[in-house]
């Protein structure tokens, strides 16, 4: 196991959790689009809209949302459809069928999706169907409420003519089994790759929305949720300022209400690179923060289609389409001295 890539938790050893462990592979064929688009101009950028930002290296989602987009759709279906395709990609092991299981080898997934008008939707602890974001989509559309958690949010899905089925895949219980054996509950952070999916859009009105999915912390304790559901931390979308999504240890997320942040710093006038700047250095700056042991990543955009992205330690990327180049873009960091 390569050192640069993975940080041995030992503050979390308790917790036995392991952060997206897989090292999958991710498509590096870059998708262009050649369609019209509305220019934004303003003093100090200028961003072609529409546009679409995704965490991590996911460039087939990222096209699928910039291809509805471009066929007239809006945001709100655009990240929806864009986090499906990681959703169904077996092979990312953080995410919808194949995530890595519990330590009790359940998956469970956890979703969250906002819209232009603040309304939003999330699922938390769901087993057994593959689209959560769907399914939170509906929570927002169809019901009252915020959030389903659980049996309830299953049995709502199936109602809805979701169709349950096993997410485990051979590739994950396998992983699960060797990690019993081998890891000794002992976590093992992925610092450097493909993970949790946030995604935000604008379309080409200028409006914007964004959706979070994720199996969540691999080998976590049955029952845990983490931040990538929970509206204001994982994500949160401001139709008049911006949207910021988050990747990375949920704990640290959630502490912090991390993508709220993000955005009332846009509103103050921080730029997106700025706001993800000061939202981690929230975070490392606690006193006694264990930064060196877990990865955060926050991605964002403000109305003016300008993007910023910063995590903790080396290796977060972000993935974003616009004017027709769909291109993985290496994130800055905070924590220059180690794991480089
Ligand atoms: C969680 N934030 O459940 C998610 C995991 C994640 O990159 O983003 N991994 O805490």
Known sequence: MNRRKFIKNTALTGAGLLLGSALVGCNENATKETESTAVISNDDSKATLPLVIATWHVKEATAKAMEVLQAGGNALDAVEQGCMVEEANEKGQSV?????????????????????????????????????????????????????????????????????????????????????????????????????IGMLAIDKNGDISGACTTSGLAYKMGGRVGDSPIIGSGL???????????????????????????????????????????????????????????????????????????????????????????????SDYFNKTENS
Not at 106 to 111: C, E, I, K, P
Request: include cysteine; aromatic fraction near 8%; charged fraction near 25%.
């Open 96 to 196: 919808g069928k194949g995530g890595l299981p519990d330590r009790d080898g359940n998956v469970t997934l956890d979703a969250c999706i906002m819209d232009k008008h603040g309304n939003c939707g999330a699922v938390v602890y769901l087993q057994d169907i593959t689209h959560a974001v769907s399914v939170a989509r509906k929570v927002m559309e169809e019901t009252p409420h915020v959030m389903l958690a659980g049996e309830g949010a299953k049995q709502y899905a199936i109602s809805q003519g979701f169709e349950a089925e096993d997410l485990l895949t051979e590739a994950s219980k396998e992983a699960w089994e060797k990690w019993k054996v081998e890891a000794k509950y002992k976590p093992i952070i992925n610092i450097e790759n493909h993970d949790t």
């Open 236 to 330: 949160f979308v401001d139709n008049e300022v911006g949207a910021a999504v988050a990747t990375g240890l949920g704990e640290e997320v959630v502490k912090t209400v991390g993508s709220f942040l993000v955005v009332e710093l846009m509103r103050q006038g921080k730029s997106p690179q700025d706001a993800c700047e000061e939202a981690i250095g929230r975070i490392v700056n606690k006193p006694n923060s264990n930064y060196k042991d877990f990865q955060v990543g926050y991605i964002a955009v403000n109305k003016k289609g300008e993007t910023g992205s910063y995590s903790v330690h080396q290796w977060f990327s972000m993935t974003k389409f616009e004017d027709g180049v769909n291109a993985q873009i290496q």
